[in-house]
């Protein structure tokens, strides 16, 4: 099976002091996906594309990355989709942060998807990702996540969700920082193709190097969905 993507994305702050992130992505992305047993799929990834800045700041950038996947049904109830590759980023001599420099690295995942009982199923996966940072050409973090479905409730669905997260951002405003967040979300259909849900989201995160970058952040966010 061969499955193509594109993602266009803009990124536009709300306020001047950070119109330094404002910026525009486009990311493409290809697999090919093989089964090579009837519980079993094996596959190669590849991805990559362009991003630019509306200021010189942090540095416009092209990535590329290459991997491999697997999504195996160990058992009836259980799952398990592991995840590996390599990744590459090209910066150009614009900006102060990571101008003219070549970094790469590796990610991974594992993900655990077990169907506990009927009425409740959970997923849990661990890994090392990257991605352009906020303050720095590049953040890397080791990262654990938990979610729970709860189909308790007729009508009603509720999820329940914990993540931790250790980064290292590198480059010249170089920084290290743990974050733990936390969720929970009720979800009830009005119509056969319309939901309704309401989620309350907790973030805090404690800053290794200044504690002006620690923040603890309460939302609550009200969505109504259409399904076609």
Not at 31 to 38: C, E, G, I, T
Not at 104 to 117: A, E, R, T
Not at 147 to 166: A, D, P, Q
Request: charged share 15%; aromatic share 16%.
């Amino acid at each position: 099976m061969l499955s193509l993507g594109y993602d266009h994305f803009n990124f536009i702050a709300s306020s001047s002091t950070y119109d330094y992130l404002t910026r525009a992505s486009d990311f493409f992305v290809a697999r090919a996906s093989f089964h090579v047993h009837p519980s079993a799929t094996v596959g190669l990834e590849a991805s990559g594309g362009p991003t630019t800045y509306q200021q010189p700041i942090l540095s416009p950038n092209i990535m590329y990355s290459f991997g491999a996947f697997a999504d195996w049904k160990a058992t009836e109830h259980i799952r398990l989709q592991p995840r590996a590759g390599f990744y590459q980023y090209f910066f150009s001599n614009e900006g102060l942060s990571g101008a003219g420099t070549e970094q790469n690295g590796y990610y991974f995942s594992l993900k655990l998807i077990h169907d506990l009982k009927w009425n409740i199923d959970y997923t849990l996966e661990g890994g090392h990702e990257s991605f352009l940072g906020n303050q720095s050409a590049l953040t890397e973090q080791w990262y654990a996540a938990l979610g729970v479905n709860w189909r308790m409730i007729k009508n009603i669905s509720m999820s329940t969700g914990l993540r931790y997260e250790n980064a290292t951002q590198v480059g010249q405003f170089a920084d290290n920082y743990e974050r733990v967040f936390a969720s929970l979300r009720l979800s009830c259909p009005i119509k056969p193709k319309l939901t309704t849900s309401l989620e309350y989201r907790y973030w805090l995160k404690n800053d290794e190097v200044s504690v002006n970058n620690d923040y603890e952040q309460n939302r609550v966010v009200l969505q109504i969905a259409y399904h076609f």
